[in-house]
Every structure is written in C-alpha cells, then in structure tokens.
C-alpha cells in the first residue's frame, strides 16, 4: 500500500513538474519579443526617453564604482534627476576638426539633456546642473555612443554662464549609457515610458 502511494506521489510529482516545464516554455517567446521590443526599434525619442528614466541609477552606479574608498578627500556627486532631451542637431561649426565633422555626418544622432546632481562639499549640499550633448550611432548592433560633451552650470540657475563644453565621453554619464544601452540590447530593458 505504501509503495502505491508512493508510486502516485512520484507521479504527480512528476506530472506537475512536466506542467511547470511546458506552461513556461509556451510563454518564453512572448518575453524574448517584449524584451527585444524597446532597443530593436529605431525610435530614437522612446529609446531616449527610457534611457533618461533609468540614468540617474545607472550613473550613481557607475560613480560608486569609481570611488577610492580608501581617500577622503574626493567629491562624488549624485545624480537626482536627468530629463528635457532635444533632438534638434546643432550646426556645424566650420571651426571644429574634421575628424568631429566627418564623424556627424555619417548617420550620428545628437541628443542634448539636462542632469541635476548634488554634490556634498564641507558638508554643505551643492546642487549643479549639467548639460550633455550626446552623440548616438545606429549600428548592427543597435544604438551605441560615439562620443558626449558636458557643461557645468548652477541651480537653481544664476547669472553666472555655465563652463565650456568639455569631452566626457570617459565620464560616469557616459559609462551609464554605455551599460544602459547594453542592458537594452540584452533585453534586461523593460519599456517604463510610453
């Protein structure tokens, strides 16, 4: 009698099992297409929209990454909030390089956003706003960045004229887009904005 029951435990145990295994193989290929959805597209403005949702995590990631844990005197800052992007290019300047102007003109999008970060100096909160033009390229691969440059400027904001662009292309806001725009071409990425 024992081994009968065992025997119908075994069974249920296995049929049960088998269900699990069939019902979530039925769904697998409805959550590889959301997941490809967002980063397969080429809508620039929904793929940016998302990336600025998600930034202000993945830089603070990226800036704890970067931190020497072992000296006191660095100043990190935080990122609180990353929005208002703008899609319309700016115009060449016959002034910069040639290797920049060729590179704009071979397929790049620009992006230009704003971040707000604080920033904790002698104790005392700073707040600064940061000004970035990104420069996207769609490749094979899906998008991916070319290089960014970044001011500097006060908020709430002052008469005071931001600083002059600088590359950040290395900075932790670019190392952000880069793991994001990873992330979003491995699927991890769920589309958060409409």
């Known amino acids: 009698m024992k081994s009968t029951v065992k025997k119908n435990y075994g069974s249920c145990f296995v049929a049960c099992g088998l269900w699990l295994f069939v019902s979530n ?7 590889a297409l959301k997941r490809e ?3 397969s597209q080429q809508d620039l403005e929904l793929i940016t929209t998302n990336l600025l949702h998600d930034l202000p995590s993945y830089a603070n990631r990226a800036t704890q990454r970067a931190r020497r844990l072992t000296r006191r005197g660095d100043t990190f800052s935080y990122m609180l909030a990353a929005g208002r992007p703008e899609f319309n290019p ?3 300047n016959p002034s910069i390089t040639s290797d920049i102007r060729n590179t704009l003109s071979e397929g790049v999008e620009q992006i230009f956003f704003t971040t707000l970060e604080r920033q904790y100096i002698a104790k005392q909160a700073v707040e600064l706003q940061q000004f970035h033009w990104l420069l996207l390229t769609n490749t094979s691969d899906g998008w991916r960045k070319v290089m960014m440059f ?3 400027g006060t908020f709430p904001v002052t008469k005071q004229a931001p600083s002059p662009p600088r590359d950040s292309s290395d900075g932790a806001v670019a190392q952000a ?11 991890s ?6």
Do not use: E, K, N, Y
């Open 177 to 187: 887009i880069d793991t994001w725009l990873r992330d979003c071409q491995a699927g």
């Open 37 to 39: 959805s967002l980063c």
């Open 90 to 92: 700016l115009p060449l």
């Open 189 to 194: 990425i769920r589309r958060r904005v409409p």
């Open 25 to 31: 193989l039925s769904f697998l290929p409805v959550l």
């Open 150 to 152: 970044t001011q500097t």
